[in-house]
């Protein structure tokens, strides 16, 4: 009773290993590229703040009211 757990337990295990070889094989990044993409998020996102930060231009100062003021002609 015991061998055949023992043998099944060892099937399993066996299978496992078989299985999770093919899965474990993903490319991952490097510390180099994560520092990387690090660095361009980074330039990015202050790229952002500094656009954001920055008032917009001031358009000319034109008002509805100086151009009602302005006689109309009929």
Same mark, same amino acid.
């Given at each position: 009773?015991?061998?055949?757990?023992?043998?099944?337990?060892?099937?399993?295990?066996?299978?496992? =290993?078989?299985?999770? %070889? &093919?899965?474990?094989?993903?490319?991952?990044? %490097?510390?180099?590229? %994560?520092?990387?993409?690090?660095?361009?998020?980074?330039?990015?996102?202050?790229?952002?703040?500094?656009?954001?930060?920055? &008032?917009? &231009?001031?358009?000319?100062?034109?008002?509805?009211?100086? =151009?009602?003021?302005?006689?109309?002609?009929?």
């Amino acid at each position: 009773m015991i061998s055949i757990m023992v043998i099944g337990l060892l099937i399993a295990l066996a299978a496992y =290993f078989v299985l999770a %070889k &093919p899965w474990g094989k993903e490319p991952k990044a %490097k510390k180099q590229e %994560k520092a990387e993409i690090m660095r361009q998020l980074l330039a990015l996102s202050e790229q952002e703040n500094r656009l954001s930060t920055n &008032p917009p &231009p001031d358009k000319l100062h034109t008002t509805r009211r100086g =151009f009602a003021s302005t006689p109309r002609k009929s």
